[in-house]
Nanobody
């Protein structure tokens, strides 16, 4: 059974930082493309950052230069370092995994709330 468990969300002031973690189990983690999405009520879930297997990354324009996605294959964990946070970054953040040969995201975490106060 595949599980993705996010942690690290919380309340932070604008300009602050948070690091989200996503611990994965039940899959060959090192061979999966991993992503972080976010969603606010009434809007579609959007891709924030993606770490491709075997190489390459993607960032949404709105977070470029502020967010960094990384992974530790020894710990089966993917991270999202978020710096210079803005109130518009407030959302529920989700971790997701997909096999590199498939475009659809097969596995999702339960989400973690990030709230940025002005």
């Amino acid at each position: 059974q595949v599980r993705l468990v996010e942690s690290g969300g919380g309340l932070v002031q604008a300009g602050g930082s948070l690091r989200l973690s996503c611990a994965a189990s039940g899959l060959a983690f090192s061979t999966y493309t991993m992503g972080w999405f976010r969603q606010v009520p009434g809007k579609e879930r959007e891709l924030v950052a993606r770490l491709n297997w075997p190489a390459g990354s993607y960032y949404a324009e709105s977070v470029k230069g502020r967010f960094t996605i990384s992974r530790d294959n020894a710990k089966n964990t993917v991270y999202l370092q978020m710096n210079s946070l803005k109130p518009e970054d407030t959302a529920v953040y989700y971790c997701a995994a997909r096999a590199s040969s498939i475009l659809s995201w097969a596995y999702w975490g339960q989400g973690t709330q990030v709230t940025v106060s002005s």
